[in-house]
């Protein structure tokens, strides 16, 4: 019985109905699109791991590996494996052309062990390639990016270090480096037994050494990684899996998922909200029958069961236009994707993500209708005799109903963006915007209560009916204020971050960013670029070391949890597992200031009794941890060196100088091995690419950024990152206007009477289209308004939050934006009631 | 199947003043006794109808219905009383819009769970001379014939009571003739207990006993 009245409610309701399943369906389609991306994401990092890793296992450091920490490892994992050892380090590569920085890979012959590496004359390169080309001759296989950036053809030769390479092939295809969005240089493949002869690594030079197994009997891998870690304590000695490298690769796909999630998330609670106030329409215009029904006999528990069952069929027949919308929605987001990664994952939308999805609609669905449902304790039925007036009410008088509503999207936001931090702000930005939305809202219809009197009778029709129908006006409100503040955030960032690039530029920005100086070409440096008139400038050592100790307690190494952890808890363990770079500096630089503690500018006297100062940067010491007080040592080439932290500063990193999250004071470490980094000027490109080709020739060890390229193509990768994000961020926005059609659809047929009213006292078709239109056309454009400077309002704070720089404001989105919603909002308003404009008034004579 | 009311009171409050509507009442009604009650607006009656058909509780007194006293009934058992054993029209008909006659007239016995409910109903509706219009919905029908479907409606289930609230009042006088002759020649043949609600006289006087409900008291009328 239950099943047939509820299936017979939503078929005999089926206008009113298809609108909670087209609301509830725009909602899902984002959800299930990113989570949809994100499962065939999963699966193909699952299934192509080892390729990523291209190997079982890998051992690496950011320094030599010690021989008896190999040994440890060649131990416990065994005999029969096959080993291959890699160098990856920074250096320039230099052309006739010019000169640019590079990822060399040093690799031996069985590299790969698993994947391949795809060449564009044809060769695929794998494990049992026999006579790889590179080991037969000073040879290299390099990205394709240096044909355009060096004008590099195969067979040309370039320099690295101290050796004329022959660029052998181009790589179309690296089967290691699957989601690479952005790089800062273009890997080259070289023999590793040619590395010493190419003089590129020195003392302070920044590489990775790694070694890959290839382990035949690879059970209790877990196990041996323990034994492994419990004998090579320092937390820079990584070992990495398949899994780990996986997820390592994809980590800038994964935060972008992230806040595609949580945009989708935004569309979803724009659904709940127009899916609540059809719902409760639903209710009231129904009421009388729920009061018939409890009459005949009907008791309350099974009215509840109907109604849920009702829910619980509506949530299945929203699956079938939410999966019709993703599988269209799915190849564009990739498409995106591909721009990104060049990679062509193929997303397909899982059934698992589908119950998920269906999970979340009926209980979300639940929980919107579940106080409406309450409701009805409270009804009635003898109000159905005739002495009564049955005018049913459904107002919730105490909002706290829907606090189990709230509690489900603060998990939602969690989990969706793996972080305890950003879901907390996405859930208490978006229920704090939505409060002052909704005071706006309600000021905004209070003032129309004061109506000039001489404006049109239409026109004050329209405006008592939004002042004195506050809970719809409010939901439109609502809803396109929220579409309009999302679809204007994006754009205010980026035109910001452009701008303060572009005024960087032409300011501060430097050319050319320089490290692994080593001490004794200072000067020598100094003495070549002066020569051009070109100062070195912010020189600042580099002091690598591992950070032993905080306040006497061993630093021990993080092992991220395998179920589901924050990226707090990533980020955090990724801190913990590296060494630390140290420098120290007289004065800091405009770059940074101190937001707490005192100044480190004293130089140290080391016959003091005090230990010295350090003062760390704002983040950093928030993803260790540590706070002003806190006493850390430090090991530097096995000598101990403390230091109380004094200061923490905020660093303004896009400024692209020298900056470093541990500060020493002055006078603590001169003495200690180190490197240097430095940068130079604003350049002409002519001279820029004349002092690199130069500085390469005589300083082959030296690397160098181009900061102008760089920035380019991290605004370009932005760009197109955000592309993307707009795609969600225009779901949202359609999903409000769906809950702005559905709001004026229902209210057009709920004011039939009233419309009707109007005509049989004389007023012409017009007039009346004219009440609706100015309407909601006026709140639209208010609510648009309101949700567009709000976004003004948001940007501001991510701006200066997230990079430290001042909002620039671009007036063009806005404008736009407000425009294309309030006409499209009349244009709603003239198709809902074009049937009820044109009705004949005989009909409300008649009764019907 | 006997109703009897004895000592029944209601009030209510309007803000502090105490309106007593049904005071100390009593009547008993016998089986398949068909019995009028009529009063001004405002006396009463549809509280009395409703206190009889378990939709609200007396401050005081007992409803008894086939020896059973349902005031003290729990919500539960006092819907599953009227799901059994007791009906109601109503002036406005109230039926539930989205179903056509048949679907309507069945709902009682799908309530109850009954097995051949729509053959049940197509009879019925035949004998109220509706066979032509199973499938209408309420808006497809007139006064007369929505009523019609009501009447069918109470009388599905064979209720042992019958509690009809102003049941021609929505009606022209010919058309609530001729609704009303056949209501009662249905009650009479279903030998169902019946109480009418209503203003018309001539209505009454076709019951076996009438009453007038005035200062919260039923009074037999003797015409």
Same mark, same amino acid.
């Given at each position: 019985?239950?099943?047939?009245?509820?299936?017979?409610?939503?078929?005999?309701?089926?206008?009113?109905?298809?609108?909670?399943?087209?609301?509830?369906?725009?909602?899902?389609? &984002?959800?299930?699109?990113?989570?949809?991306?994100?499962?065939?994401?999963?699966?193909?990092?699952?299934?192509?791991?080892?390729?990523?890793?291209?190997?079982?296992?890998?051992?690496?450091? $950011?320094?030599?590996?010690?021989?008896?920490?190999?040994?440890?490892?060649?131990?416990?994992?065994?005999?029969?494996?096959?080993?291959?050892?890699?160098?990856?380090?920074?250096?320039? +590569?230099?052309?006739?052309?010019?000169? *640019?920085?590079?990822? !060399?890979?040093?690799?031996?012959?069985?590299?790969?062990?698993?994947?391949?590496?795809?060449?564009?004359?044809?060769?695929?390169?794998?494990?049992?390639?026999?006579?790889?080309?590179?080991?037969?001759?000073?040879?290299?296989? !390099?990205?394709?990016? /240096?044909?355009?950036? /060096?004008?590099?053809?195969?067979?040309?030769?370039? $320099?690295? &270090?101290?050796?004329? #390479?022959?660029?052998?092939?181009?790589?179309?295809?690296?089967?290691?480096?699957?989601?690479?969005?952005?790089?800062?240089?273009?890997?080259? #493949? +070289?023999?590793?037994?040619?590395?010493?002869?190419?003089?590129?690594?020195?003392y302070g030079s920044t590489f990775t050494q790694s070694y890959l197994f290839k382990i035949k009997d690879d059970k209790n891998i877990s196990e041996k990684i323990s034994q492994i870690y419990s004998l090579n304590k320092d937390p820079a000695f990584r070992i990495e899996t398949p899994a780990s490298a996986g997820e390592d690769s994809s980590r800038q796909l994964d935060y972008l998922s992230d806040f595609l999630s949580l945009v989708a998330l935004v569309a979803l609670v724009l659904s709940a909200l127009g899916t609540a106030y059809l719902y409760r329409l639903y209710l009231s215009q129904h009421i009388k029958e729920i009061a018939i029904y409890r009459s005949l006999g009907l008791q309350q528990d099974s009215l509840f069961k109907i109604y849920f069952c009702q829910i619980f069929l509506l949530g299945i027949l929203s699956l079938i236009p939410t999966v019709i919308g993703v599988n269209l929605l799915l190849p564009v987001l990739s498409q995106f994707i591909e721009q990104l990664t060049s990679l062509n994952l193929n997303p397909l939308v899982s059934g698992k993500s589908v119950l998920i999805t269906y999970v979340l609609a009926f209980i979300s669905s639940c929980l919107i209708t579940l106080p409406y449902l309450l409701k009805l304790n409270q009804l009635k039925p003898a109000r159905l005799f005739s002495e009564e007036t049955f005018s049913p009410e459904l107002k919730i008088d105490n909002p706290l109903v829907f606090v189990p509503a709230l509690v489900v999207l603060y998990f939602l936001s969690v989990w969706q963006s793996h972080s305890l931090y950003f879901g907390s702000i996405f859930f208490g930005a978006l229920v704090g915007l939505s409060l002052i939305i909704s005071l706006i809202s309600f000021g905004f219809l209070q003032s129309l209560s004061k109506i000039p009197k001489k404006m049109a009778w239409y026109f004050r029709i329209a405006l008592k009916s939004l002042s004195r129908r506050k809970n719809q006006s409010w939901a439109v409100f609502l809803a396109i204020a929220i579409g309009s503040l999302l679809i204007n955030l994006l754009p205010q960032m980026k035109t910001s971050l452009k701008n303060d690039f572009a005024v960087e530029n032409q300011t501060k920005l430097p050319s050319i960013f320089l490290f692994d100086i080593q001490d004794d070409q200072i000067e020598d440096l100094k003495n070549e670029l002066i020569k051009n008139n070109i100062p070195l400038l912010n020189v600042s050592p580099l002091v690598r070391s591992r950070l032993l100790k905080v306040n006497d307690q061993n630093y021990e190494r993080a092992i991220e949890p395998q179920n589901f952890k924050t990226r707090e808890e990533e980020s955090a363990a990724r801190s913990r597992n590296r060494g630390v770079n140290l420098s120290y500096r007289e004065v800091l630089t405009d770059t940074e200031k101190i937001i707490s503690g005192v100044s480190i500018d004293k130089k140290y006297d080391p016959n003091s009794s005090e230990l010295p100062?350090?003062?760390?940067?704002?983040?950093? @010491?928030?993803?260790?941890?540590? *706070?002003?007080?806190?006493? =850390?040592?430090?090991? +530097?080439?096995?000598?101990? +060196?403390?230091?109380?932290?004094?200061?923490?500063?905020?660093?303004?990193?896009?400024?692209?100088?020298?900056? #470093?999250?541990?500060?020493?004071?002055?006078?603590?470490?001169?003495?200690?091995?180190?490197?240097?980094?430095?940068?130079?000027?604003?350049?002409?490109?002519?001279?820029?690419?004349?002092?690199? %080709?130069?500085?390469?020739?005589?300083?082959?060890?030296?690397?160098?950024?181009?900061? $102008?390229?760089?920035?380019?193509?991290? =605004?370009?990768?932005?760009?197109?990152? %955000?592309?993307?994000?707009?795609?969600?961020?225009?779901?949202?926005?359609?999903?409000?206007?769906?809950?702005l059609f559905s709001i004026i659809q229902t209210q057009v047929q709920t004011r039939r009477w009233e419309l009707n009213m109007y005509k049989i006292l004389g007023a012409h078709f017009f007039e009346l289209r004219w009440v609706l239109i100015f309407e909601f056309t006026l709140i639209s454009f208010v609510a648009s308004l309101c949700g567009a400077f709000l976004s003004l309002f948001l940007s501001a704070i991510l701006m200066y939050e997230m990079f430290g720089i001042q909002l620039t404001i671009t007036w063009l989105p806005i404008l736009s934006t407000v425009i294309f919603i309030s006409v499209t909002s009349a244009l709603i308003a003239i198709w809902c009631s074009r049937q009820v404009v044109r009705e004949k008034p005989l009909v409300l004579l008649q009764g019907s | 199947m006997s109703l009897e009311i004895n000592a029944l009171s209601k009030h209510f409050f309007q803000g502090e003043t105490k309106i007593d509507v049904l005071h100390d009442l009593n009547v008993l009604v016998k089986s398949a006794e068909i019995v009028a009650i009529l009063g001004q607006s405002g006396s009463g009656k549809s509280t009395l109808l409703s206190l009889i058909a378990g939709l609200e509780k007396p401050n005081s007194g007992k409803i008894i219905i086939d020896d059973v006293n349902i005031v003290p009934l729990s919500e539960r058992q006092v819907t599953q009383f009227r799901a059994n054993s007791l009906s109601l029209v109503f002036q406005?008909?109230?039926?539930?819009?989205? =179903?056509?006659?048949?679907?309507?007239? %069945?709902?009682?016995?799908?309530?109850?769970?009954?097995?051949? @409910?729509?053959?049940? @109903?197509?009879?019925?509706?035949?004998?109220?001379?509706?066979?032509? $219009?199973?499938?209408?919905?309420?808006?497809?029908?007139?006064?007369?014939?929505?009523?019609?479907?009501?009447?069918?409606?109470?009388? !599905?289930?064979?209720? *042992?009571?019958?509690?009809?609230?102003?049941?021609?009042?929505?009606?022209?006088?010919?058309?609530?003739?001729?609704?009303?002759?056949?209501? /009662?020649?249905? !009650?009479?043949?279903?030998?169902?207990?019946?109480?009418?609600v209503t203003h018309n006289e001539n209505l009454a006087r076709k019951c076996q006993r009438s009453f007038r409900l005035k200062a919260g008291q039923l009074i037999e009328i003797n015409w």
């Amino acid at each position: 019985m239950i099943f047939k009245f509820a299936f017979r409610e939503i078929y005999r309701n089926w206008n009113i109905n298809l609108f909670f399943v087209l609301n509830l369906s725009l909602g899902l389609i &984002g959800f299930l699109t990113v989570d949809s991306f994100k499962t065939t994401l999963q699966k193909y990092i699952s299934e192509n791991s080892k390729r990523i890793l291209s190997a079982d296992l890998a051992v690496s450091a $950011r320094r030599e590996i010690t021989k008896d920490e190999l040994q440890n490892v060649r131990n416990i994992i065994g005999n029969d494996v096959s080993e291959s050892q890699i160098f990856d380090f920074f250096a320039m +590569i230099s052309t006739p052309s010019g000169s *640019k920085l590079v990822l !060399v890979k040093a690799i031996d012959q069985s590299y790969p062990f698993y994947g391949e590496i795809e060449l564009e004359s044809g060769p695929v390169i794998s494990e049992k390639t026999p006579n790889k080309t590179i080991f037969t001759a000073p040879k290299a296989w !390099v990205y394709p990016e /240096l044909k355009y950036q /060096l004008n590099l053809k195969r067979g040309e030769k370039f $320099r690295l &270090g101290n050796i004329e #390479f022959i660029l052998d092939d181009f790589v179309i295809k690296d089967s290691s480096q699957t989601f690479r969005l952005t790089s800062l240089a273009p890997r080259v #493949f +070289i023999d590793r037994s040619l590395l010493n002869k190419t003089g590129l690594i020195k003392y302070g030079s920044t590489f990775t050494q790694s070694y890959l197994f290839k382990i035949k009997d690879d059970k209790n891998i877990s196990e041996k990684i323990s034994q492994i870690y419990s004998l090579n304590k320092d937390p820079a000695f990584r070992i990495e899996t398949p899994a780990s490298a996986g997820e390592d690769s994809s980590r800038q796909l994964d935060y972008l998922s992230d806040f595609l999630s949580l945009v989708a998330l935004v569309a979803l609670v724009l659904s709940a909200l127009g899916t609540a106030y059809l719902y409760r329409l639903y209710l009231s215009q129904h009421i009388k029958e729920i009061a018939i029904y409890r009459s005949l006999g009907l008791q309350q528990d099974s009215l509840f069961k109907i109604y849920f069952c009702q829910i619980f069929l509506l949530g299945i027949l929203s699956l079938i236009p939410t999966v019709i919308g993703v599988n269209l929605l799915l190849p564009v987001l990739s498409q995106f994707i591909e721009q990104l990664t060049s990679l062509n994952l193929n997303p397909l939308v899982s059934g698992k993500s589908v119950l998920i999805t269906y999970v979340l609609a009926f209980i979300s669905s639940c929980l919107i209708t579940l106080p409406y449902l309450l409701k009805l304790n409270q009804l009635k039925p003898a109000r159905l005799f005739s002495e009564e007036t049955f005018s049913p009410e459904l107002k919730i008088d105490n909002p706290l109903v829907f606090v189990p509503a709230l509690v489900v999207l603060y998990f939602l936001s969690v989990w969706q963006s793996h972080s305890l931090y950003f879901g907390s702000i996405f859930f208490g930005a978006l229920v704090g915007l939505s409060l002052i939305i909704s005071l706006i809202s309600f000021g905004f219809l209070q003032s129309l209560s004061k109506i000039p009197k001489k404006m049109a009778w239409y026109f004050r029709i329209a405006l008592k009916s939004l002042s004195r129908r506050k809970n719809q006006s409010w939901a439109v409100f609502l809803a396109i204020a929220i579409g309009s503040l999302l679809i204007n955030l994006l754009p205010q960032m980026k035109t910001s971050l452009k701008n303060d690039f572009a005024v960087e530029n032409q300011t501060k920005l430097p050319s050319i960013f320089l490290f692994d100086i080593q001490d004794d070409q200072i000067e020598d440096l100094k003495n070549e670029l002066i020569k051009n008139n070109i100062p070195l400038l912010n020189v600042s050592p580099l002091v690598r070391s591992r950070l032993l100790k905080v306040n006497d307690q061993n630093y021990e190494r993080a092992i991220e949890p395998q179920n589901f952890k924050t990226r707090e808890e990533e980020s955090a363990a990724r801190s913990r597992n590296r060494g630390v770079n140290l420098s120290y500096r007289e004065v800091l630089t405009d770059t940074e200031k101190i937001i707490s503690g005192v100044s480190i500018d004293k130089k140290y006297d080391p016959n003091s009794s005090e230990l010295p100062l350090a003062s760390l940067e704002k983040r950093f @010491a928030e993803r260790m941890n540590l *706070k002003l007080g806190d006493v =850390l040592s430090f090991d +530097i080439q096995g000598v101990e +060196i403390k230091a109380k932290v004094a200061s923490v500063r905020q660093v303004r990193w896009n400024s692209f100088r020298p900056n #470093f999250f541990i500060l020493l004071q002055d006078g603590v470490l001169n003495e200690a091995p180190k490197t240097f980094i430095a940068v130079l000027p604003q350049l002409d490109e002519n001279i820029k690419s004349l002092v690199l %080709s130069n500085l390469n020739r005589q300083f082959p060890n030296v690397s160098a950024l181009d900061v $102008r390229r760089t920035v380019e193509e991290v =605004l370009q990768v932005s760009e197109k990152m %955000s592309w993307s994000l707009e795609l969600m961020a225009a779901l949202a926005l359609a999903t409000g206007y769906v809950v702005l059609f559905s709001i004026i659809q229902t209210q057009v047929q709920t004011r039939r009477w009233e419309l009707n009213m109007y005509k049989i006292l004389g007023a012409h078709f017009f007039e009346l289209r004219w009440v609706l239109i100015f309407e909601f056309t006026l709140i639209s454009f208010v609510a648009s308004l309101c949700g567009a400077f709000l976004s003004l309002f948001l940007s501001a704070i991510l701006m200066y939050e997230m990079f430290g720089i001042q909002l620039t404001i671009t007036w063009l989105p806005i404008l736009s934006t407000v425009i294309f919603i309030s006409v499209t909002s009349a244009l709603i308003a003239i198709w809902c009631s074009r049937q009820v404009v044109r009705e004949k008034p005989l009909v409300l004579l008649q009764g019907s | 199947m006997s109703l009897e009311i004895n000592a029944l009171s209601k009030h209510f409050f309007q803000g502090e003043t105490k309106i007593d509507v049904l005071h100390d009442l009593n009547v008993l009604v016998k089986s398949a006794e068909i019995v009028a009650i009529l009063g001004q607006s405002g006396s009463g009656k549809s509280t009395l109808l409703s206190l009889i058909a378990g939709l609200e509780k007396p401050n005081s007194g007992k409803i008894i219905i086939d020896d059973v006293n349902i005031v003290p009934l729990s919500e539960r058992q006092v819907t599953q009383f009227r799901a059994n054993s007791l009906s109601l029209v109503f002036q406005q008909y109230h039926l539930i819009s989205h =179903l056509t006659a048949i679907e309507n007239v %069945s709902l009682p016995l799908e309530i109850l769970r009954t097995s051949d @409910a729509e053959l049940r @109903a197509e009879a019925l509706l035949k004998d109220l001379g509706l066979g032509h $219009r199973l499938h209408h919905f309420p808006n497809q029908l007139s006064g007369g014939e929505c009523q019609r479907v009501a009447i069918a409606r109470a009388l !599905v289930t064979n209720p *042992k009571v019958l509690l009809a609230d102003e049941p021609s009042g929505n009606l022209d006088i010919d058309t609530g003739e001729k609704v009303m002759e056949t209501f /009662l020649n249905l !009650v009479r043949k279903h030998k169902t207990t019946t109480v009418i609600v209503t203003h018309n006289e001539n209505l009454a006087r076709k019951c076996q006993r009438s009453f007038r409900l005035k200062a919260g008291q039923l009074i037999e009328i003797n015409w």
